[in-house]
């Protein structure tokens, strides 16, 4: 299993980001998927998460109605689309998904948010 995230960088407050995560080495219809977050010196928090047809997605309160969730099955990915950024958004984020018993975790792409 490979998740491989990308799309991260510096945006000024108020900016825009899309997060991407290329997945590999299991039937990625088949997952739910999850994208979290963490700062420095605090737990990972899950941002959002996606079922594996699409049709079911949701957010922490904190990102409700900036960030949406999308993938794509056809091309093993997950998006992450962030709007609105604010400085407490700037965080490493993870593309995580649970299979074959266990967890995988990409190796994570930085979000900067400052003027």
């Known amino acids: 299993v490979q998740l491989v995230e990308s799309g991260g960088g510096l945006v000024q407050p108020g900016g825009s980001l899309r997060l991407s995560c290329a997945a590999s080495g299991f039937a990625f219809s088949n997952y739910d998927m999850r994208w979290y977050r963490q700062v420095p010196g605090k737990a990972r928090e899950l941002v959002a998460s996606i079922t594996s047809s699409g049709g079911i997605t949701n957010f922490a309160d904190s990102v409700k109605g900036r960030f949406t969730i999308s993938r794509d099955n056809a091309k093993n990915t997950v998006s992450l689309q962030m709007n609105s950024l604010k400085p407490e958004d700037a965080a490493v984020y993870y593309c995580?998904?649970?299979?074959?018993?266990?967890?995988?975790w990409g190796q994570g792409t930085q979000v900067t948010v400052s003027s």
């Open positions: 995580y998904v649970r299979c074959f018993g266990r967890d995988y």
